[in-house]
């Protein structure tokens, strides 16, 4: 069965450095997001992103992020200048389109950033 | 913006018996309601779902109700199995774009 897949699982960086976190969603989906869980704490939306522009983003989703699908395949978040409270388990999750609507979303397995 | 509680915080049961897992939203345009168990360091996955044109769905062991006029919606897991222990995580959606979830219930099931 197809999954959605993430690289890397685990990442460290410096507080004020740039990180891109990848993500290879179902290859037939239209659908892509992404949603951050801090330790503890529930999973939150982050973005969402359809026909190569954000259908709808959060609060949280300031002048700091940005994602990206650069190819057919990859879908990206790029978190520009790091903060130590961007510390979280990061998940992507697509979906394909049922008529005129998202459908269910398939979760990758996530990866955990930290900044130190 | 969507506020999505959920109840129980965590749960222990004997394998056998039910469980149940409530949740509440506020936002009366939703209409999407998904339910993910999560075990320890998987992923989120889709067990059951449901939307606001029924009020009822099951699948097997498991079953979600939902009550728009209330905002409230449940997880009914029967004759659980030590394999159900995990945490299950509600949503809602308003429009299939964004989901809202619950903070999560840690249930564990006791043999």
Known sequence: EPEVTQTPSHQVTQMGQEVILRCVPISNHLYFYWYRQILGQKVEFLVSFYNNEISEKSEIFDDQFSVERPDGSNFTLKIRSTKLEDSAMYFCASSEETGDRADTQYFGPGTRLTVL | ?111
């Open chain 2, 1 to 111: 913006g969507e506020n999505v509680e959920q109840h129980p915080s965590t749960l222990s049961v004997q394998e056998g018996d039910s469980a149940v897992i409530k949740c509440t939203y506020s936002d009366s345009a939703s209409n999407y309601f998904p339910w993910y168990k999560q075990e320890l360091g998987k992923r989120p996955q889709l067990i059951i779902d449901i939307r606001s044109n029924v009020g009822e769905k099951k699948d097997q062991r498991i079953a979600v109700t939902l009550n728009k006029t209330a905002k409230h919606f449940s997880l009914h897991i029967t004759e659980t199995q030590p394999e159900d222990s995990a945490v299950y995580f509600c949503a809602a959606s308003s429009n299939d774009y964004k989901l809202s979830f619950g903070a999560g219930t840690t249930v564990t099931v006791r043999a």
